[in-house]
């Protein structure tokens, strides 16, 4: 069955705290990995795709890897903006167009 | 601001009424989605139009009516729905191809249902 967990599910860090959200997936080929943020009361705001193992990405003090079984987000020294829920998703139809969902990591940054 | 406009922001609306939500994009996106979104959850797939045919369906209730006028809008038609149906309803759109695209979403329509 395709599946996607998130740990932890709640973090809380202090300003400049660095730490990683963990995405686990089983899939059967995986065609795309998409980490969204989420503010309350808005949609999901897309920041990364990966394709492939061994692949990264950036964005300012986030930093997101792919290995064949699970993906990390990494925060380095966190701001209280960055304060969110983070998303992962795959999709699991041939044409990508059918996305499930993790059940997300609520990050909380305090100063 | 995000480029997908959802309206309304907020609907509240009884059992018995009829009501549309609308979603447009101008990003020339040619797959458009439906997701339905309860407190502390992961938004859940409900529909995919692709290239303004519906595509899948993912069993959503009848009560539940898509529409894809054109490649720009989408709507959801509403029609005697129940209090569990209370949520945030979530449009986005694609590019479609290879490799995959990421979905952009709009902010939402929060429904309530009295």
């Known amino acids: 069955e395709d599946q996607v967990t998130q740990s932890p599910e709640a973090l809380r860090l202090q300003e400049g705290e660095s730490s990683s959200l963990n995405c686990s997936y089983t899939?059967?080929?995986?065609?795309?990995l998409f980490w969204y943020r989420q503010d309350p009361g808005k949609g999901p705001e897309f920041l990364f795709t990966l394709y492939s193992a061994g692949e990264e990405k950036e964005k300012e003090r986030l930093k997101a890897t792919l290995t064949k079984k699970e993906s990390f987000l990494h925060i380095t020294a966190p701001k209280p903006e960055d304060s969110a829920t983070y998303l992962c998703?795959?999709?699991?139809?041939?044409?990508?167009?059918?996305?499930?969902f993790g059940k997300g990591t609520t990050l909380s940054v305090s100063s | 601001d995000t480029e997908v406009t959802q309206t309304p922001k907020h609907l509240v609306m009884g059992m018995t009424n009829k009501k549309s939500l609308k979603c447009e994009q101008h990003?020339?996106?040619?797959?458009m989605y439906w997701y339905k979104q309860k407190a502390k959850k992961p938004p859940e797939l409900m529909f995919v139009?692709?290239?303004?045919?519906?595509?899948i369906n993912e069993s959503v209730p009848s009560r539940f009516s898509p529409e894809c006028p054109n490649s720009s809008l989408l709507n959801l038609h509403l029609h005697a729905l129940q209090p569990e149906d209370s949520a945030l309803y979530l449009c986005?759109?694609?590019?479609?191809?290879?490799?995959?695209?990421?979905?952009?979403f709009g902010d939402g329509t929060r429904l309530s249902i009295l």
């Open positions: 986005a759109s694609s590019q479609q191809g290879f490799p995959n695209q990421p979905q952009h």
């Open positions: 899939v059967s080929g995986l065609r795309g």
């Open positions: 139009y692709s290239y303004e045919k519906l595509s």
């Open positions: 998703a795959v999709p699991i139809n041939q044409a990508g167009t059918a996305l499930i």
């Open positions: 990003m020339g996106h040619r797959a």
